[in-house]
């Protein structure tokens, strides 16, 4: 920031008072950022750093340089989790952005008993993941599942077991998270319909335009801004898919759905093998911050073109 | 005109809510009151810890959920009502040994000292001694009560020398099977896989809804068991006990889980099967699905408990199968109690620990849960064998268990085994002859490490 010469003069004292003012204001947020996020991303990279065995406390903790990294990538598993986690997150993401703008553009119209169905839309979202992790291993039970009722009724013998076959298991939870999550696109997608007038609407219909044309032309230009917000944080978010995968299959069959965080997780927790689980973070912690880094200077640009 | 209004409705509620705020909201006193709640809840907080201290000693037991819950409720009550002022605290963990395990060295690791006494399954010793987690017991079990014991339970709880934990029941795998439907085609119960996979045949193709096999294949702690207990009945090894080298690309651990891929897997058992944990392949057992089952010795109790089973009275239990040319040998499972070397009430946990491995308690588990005690002379008990005949049948198998290998870095062993494992029973194209060399490798690594 740069505050120009002559001004600083007379408005010095005021200015101070103001600026250390807003310092103390904005200390609280720093400090719980820098304890909750800054200190264990830094705390990542060094451990990742080391050989730390918690079940060979005789080895010490010797400092192997990028050996845990070089390790990493020649780990075929760590690669298949990846491709897991990549898979997981494309999948989902486009499914709950395509139906979260369904959703939002439903429930942005006005009708009797809007008020319930917009209740209604968000409650996957409020449910805690565990729970509707489990609500979704139920669902796809072999034997008493609700899926293979829906699907077979009463022909017992067709049932499948969902979560025992390596496609249907990456399927069953990619569902889920669709599921639970696609409410939160369509929030933020609705946040946007609601900013445009519907004078626009008006107009274009005055001018005959068809309702796909009021669509490609009015709607869909105009919440732009908030389809790549959606997009941002769902990625961010599915690429840190955790909870289903423990509570659902556990990374199983055949580690079909081992995706990068769980298995990071069997690294450090199961197995504590502490700095090659912190390495796995830091890869993790990479991408993220590779995606968000693209997706911020795209989204900056087009909020700078929209809103001059 | 009425489009206007319409509209003009839907912003009112908008611009109510944002006019409230710079007439009531006053930023420092609405600070001040969240200040002045937080630091009551911290104080508060604070007094609990120092109240309940204040009032006698309490012993805090980290255990899992129990099959039968009010047993375990019957035992803390004797114990709290024989030492007055002392209270246990128990607090329950997850179901699954591995879930168990990542909660428990959680605690562990970072020296909590709200953990006293905590349950330990048998593969855990190594890794726990060897990280310092648990107390060496050797000056409160001695050699002479360690005698009491079955030998390889002892041996398993056996580090360097020293002893870590103090065996509370012993579990081996166990072939349950039903009566019933043996009688009736004039069976005995197999003596090999591929006589159960005839019989088990023979049943199903004359019963509607019903499958030959249930067992745990899900990708966890219990496949390795399940996968093992093969492995051994056809005189293969997981790692060689006087080379110390990874066994599973050798022929028998081949023929084995080539076995298991080709006849068991979405033949003589269901599918779904590769999901399964114990509680979900019992459930297909007591609803009268399965012929056979592979269990623990609790699940005994569980099917002839005619409120929970479908099939009480008409459970068999037998040794496992074998191969043809190999001999039965299940895997040694059960629990054992530990104490924490950062708990601060090592007196008081090791009075527990002496009081659950008494031989009354152990009878009492064994009469009511139904869990195998880990001291020999209790089979001898008139009462005990009155009660569970089934004990005669299965003290031959405890004898003869297998320990599953025994390394600190075990959990990392058996999470490369699981992953192979469960590739080659769910994947008909996994090649088992690379993967099981692939695996092999990948274990010499982490043996490498920790020899």
Same mark, same amino acid.
């Given at each position: ?10 408005l ?35 451990l ?38 990549f ?8 499914c709950e ?37 489990q ?10 599942g ?35 999550t ?15 007038p519907?004078?626009l ?9 068809t ?11 105009l919440i ?33 759905t081992n ?13 504590g ?36 | ?9 839907r912003e ?42 204040a ?46 395990h ?16 905590f ?16 107390l060496a ?5 001695p ?32 072939l ?5 439907l ?16 005839r ?9 509607p809804?019903?499958?030959?096999f ?7 702690e219990?496949l ?17 006990p ?5 066994? =599973? ?31 979900e392949?019992?459930?297909?057992f ?13 699940a ?13 009275g ?7 199968p ?41 009878? =009492? ?17 008139r009462?005990? =064998?009155?009660?569970?005949?089934q ?30 494992f ?30």
């Amino acid at each position: 920031m740069t505050i120009p010469t002559r001004s600083v003069h007379c408005l010095a004292p005021r200015r101070r008072r103001e600026r250390l003012f807003a310092a103390a204001l904005l200390f609280p947020c720093f400090a719980f950022v820098a304890v909750f996020a800054f200190y264990p991303i830094i705390h990542s990279l060094y451990l990742s750093l080391y050989r730390i065995i918690l079940g060979l406390p005789g080895l010490s903790q010797p400092f192997v340089y990028l050996e845990n990294y070089r390790q990493l990538w020649g780990d075929a598993v760590a690669r298949h989790a990846l491709a897991n986690t990549f898979l997981f997150v494309a999948v989902s993401t486009t499914c709950e952005m395509l139906l979260g703008l369904a959703m939002a553009l439903v429930i942005n119209r006005s009708f009797r008993g809007r008020g319930l169905i917009r209740a209604a839309v968000l409650i996957p979202w409020a449910i805690p993941t565990v729970v509707a992790s489990q609500m979704w291993r139920f669902i796809n039970n072999d034997h008493y599942g609700l899926l293979n009722f829906l699907l077979y009724g009463s022909d017992l013998a067709s049932y499948q077991a969902w979560l025992a076959d390596p496609t249907f298991a990456m399927a069953a939870v990619v569902v889920a998270d669709i599921w639970k999550t696609s409410a939160f696109a369509a929030l933020i997608i609705l946040a946007g319909l609601q900013t445009i007038p519907d004078e626009l609407y008006e107009a274009a219909r005055l001018d005959g335009a068809t309702a796909w044309q009021r669509f490609t032309r009015i709607t869909l230009p105009l919440i732009k801004p908030a389809l790549l917000i959606a997009l941002l944080f769902r990625t961010m978010d599915a690429f840190r898919v955790f909870d289903l995968v423990f509570v659902m299959t556990q990374g199983g069959p055949a580690d079909a759905t081992n995706v990068l965080q769980f298995y990071g997780y069997k690294k450090m927790f199961a197995e504590g093998l502490l700095g090659y689980g912190a390495t796995i973070s830091v890869l993790v912690f990479l991408i993220i911050l590779a995606l968000s880094l693209v997706y911020v200077r795209f989204l900056g640009r087009e909020i700078m073109e929209e809103r001059p | 005109m009425r489009r206007r209004r319409r509209r003009g409705r839907r912003e009112a509620p908008m611009d109510r809510i944002s006019s409230r705020y710079p007439e009531g909201f006053r930023p420092g006193r609405t600070a001040a009151v969240f200040l002045v709640l937080l630091v009551l809840c911290l104080s508060f907080a604070g007094c609990g810890q120092e109240a309940k201290k204040a009032n006698g000693q309490i012993l805090r037991f980290y255990t899992w959920k129990p099959n039968q819950p009010e047993v375990w409720e019957e035992i803390v009550r004797i114990f709290e009502a024989e030492h007055p002022g002392v209270k246990v605290w128990r607090e329950i963990g997850p179901h699954s040994s591995t879930s168990f395990h990542d909660l428990l060295t959680q605690k562990l690791k970072n020296r909590s000292k709200y953990l006293d006494v905590f349950l330990m399954d048998v593969v855990w010793t190594a890794e726990f001694a060897a990280a310092g987690w648990a107390l060496a017991l050797d000056d409160r079990f001695p050699r002479t009560e360690q005698s009491r014991y079955f030998a390889n339970v002892i041996q398993a709880n056996t580090y360097g020398g020293k002893i870590y934990g103090v065996p509370l029941y012993i579990d081996t795998g166990m072939l349950y099977y039903r009566k019933d439907l043996l009688a009736k085609h004039r069976l005995t119960p197999p003596k090999t896989w591929p006589e159960l996979v005839r019989q088990a045949g023979i049943i199903t193709a004359g019963e509607p809804d019903i499958y030959g096999f249930s067992a745990q294949f899900k990708q966890y702690e219990g496949l390795i068991c399940n996968m093992m207990e093969f492995i051994l009945a056809n005189r293969g090894r997981l790692i060689h006990p006087e080379t110390g080298k990874a066994a =599973l690309a050798d022929q028998p651990a081949r023929e084995a889980v080539q076995f298991v891929r080709n006849q068991i897997i979405g033949k003589t058992a269901p599918a779904g099967i590769l999901a399964y944990e114990e509680p979900e392949s019992l459930a297909l057992f007591v609803q009268g699905k399965a012929v056979f089952h592979r269990n623990w010795p609790y699940a005994w109790e569980a099917a002839n408990d005619p409120s929970r089973s479908r099939v009480a009275g008409k459970v068999g239990i037998a040794p496992l199968p074998a191969f043809p040319g190999g001999a039965s040998r299940a895997a040694l499972g059960g629990w054992q109690l530990g104490i924490s070397r950062y708990s601060e009430n090592k007196e008081l946990a090791w009075k527990f620990i002496a009081f659950l491995s008494s031989p009354r308690i152990q009878k =009492l588990l064994a009469l009511k849960a139904s869990l195998a005690p880990t001291r020999k002379d209790i089979y001898d008990d008139r009462d005990i =064998l009155a009660v569970c005949p089934q004990f005669r049948e299965m003290k031959r198998a405890f004898v003869s268990a297998a320990p599953r290998p025994v390394s600190p870095l075990y959990p990392a062993l058996s999470n490369v085994m699981q992953r192979y494992f469960s590739r080659a029973l769910s994947g008909a194209a996994a090649d088992i002859n690379r993967e099981s060399l692939a695996v092999a490798a990948e274990m010499e690594q982490l043996l490498t490490l920790a020899p």
